[in-house]
């Protein structure tokens, strides 16, 4: 059997970048056709802070990778669509600048009925249904409040291999 991972910022991330100025629109992308309405390019700033941390993946205020995983991600996906966000920093003294990704992930319905919620709704044991997952290697859990990214062991097993910052894989129970 397959195994899957949830994608996100690692927990050893102590101080990410804090993005100012990035349109509502853009945050919390969820189906196509908001996602084809986005800018091609936009650019935002973030807080830039004495030891701010630039991490390969951010979820906050939208789910953004680096440079390093869109190029992994188009070699599993090549249709894979994405959204530049292009971060300065906002105070004038300071001239740093990173790039980053938004990605427009398919998102499948294939929570398990095991899967455990809190009262308010959100996950609290994510639990994926073997039976309803997708021919594709990396995409998003539809029937949940948060914005959860998937992806296969092969594609995790890459993202090991290539060691980018701020990246974390936590196994997903898969029944």
Same mark, same amino acid.
């Given at each position: *059997?397959?195994?899957?991972?949830?994608?996100? *910022?690692?927990?050893?991330?102590?101080?990410?970048?804090?993005? $100012?100025?990035?349109?509502?629109?853009?945050?919390?992308?969820?189906?196509?056709?908001?996602?084809?309405?986005?800018?091609?390019?936009?650019?935002?700033?973030?807080?830039?802070?004495?030891?701010?941390?630039?991490?390969?993946?951010?979820?906050?205020?939208?789910?953004?990778?680096?440079?390093? $995983?869109?190029? $992994?991600?188009?070699?599993?996906?090549?249709?894979?669509? *994405?959204?530049?966000?292009?971060?300065?920093?906002?105070?004038?003294?300071?001239?740093?600048?990173? *790039?980053?990704?938004?990605?427009?992930?398919?998102?499948?319905?294939?929570?398990?009925?095991?899967?455990?919620?809190?009262?308010?709704?959100?996950?609290?044991?994510?639990?994926?249904?073997?039976?309803?997952?997708?021919?594709?290697?990396?995409?998003?859990?539809?029937?949940? $409040?948060?914005?959860?990214?998937?992806?296969?062991?092969?594609?995790?097993?890459?993202?090991?291999?290539?060691?980018?910052?701020?990246?974390?894989?936590?196994?997903?129970?898969?029944?």
């Amino acid at each position: *059997m397959e195994s899957y991972f949830l994608l996100h *910022m690692s927990d050893r991330v102590q101080r990410p970048l804090t993005i $100012l100025g990035l349109p509502s629109r853009y945050q919390r992308v969820v189906d196509k056709k908001a996602f084809d309405r986005l800018d091609q390019a936009i650019v935002a700033y973030f807080c830039a802070e004495a030891q701010e941390e630039i991490p390969c993946v951010l979820h906050d205020p939208s789910f953004l990778i680096s440079d390093e $995983l869109k190029k $992994l991600f188009c070699l599993y996906m090549p249709d894979l669509q *994405m959204k530049i966000v292009q971060l300065f920093a906002g105070e004038k003294e300071r001239h740093e600048n990173c *790039m980053y990704w938004l990605p427009y992930f398919r998102s499948v319905s294939c929570l398990h009925k095991d899967a455990e919620r809190y009262p308010d709704g959100s996950i609290k044991k994510l639990i994926i249904d073997k039976t309803r997952l997708p021919h594709i290697p990396i995409f998003r859990v539809n029937e949940i $409040l948060e914005f959860r990214v998937i992806v296969e062991l092969s594609v995790a097993e890459s993202i090991l291999r290539r060691c980018p910052y701020g990246v974390g894989l936590t196994p997903v129970e898969v029944k």
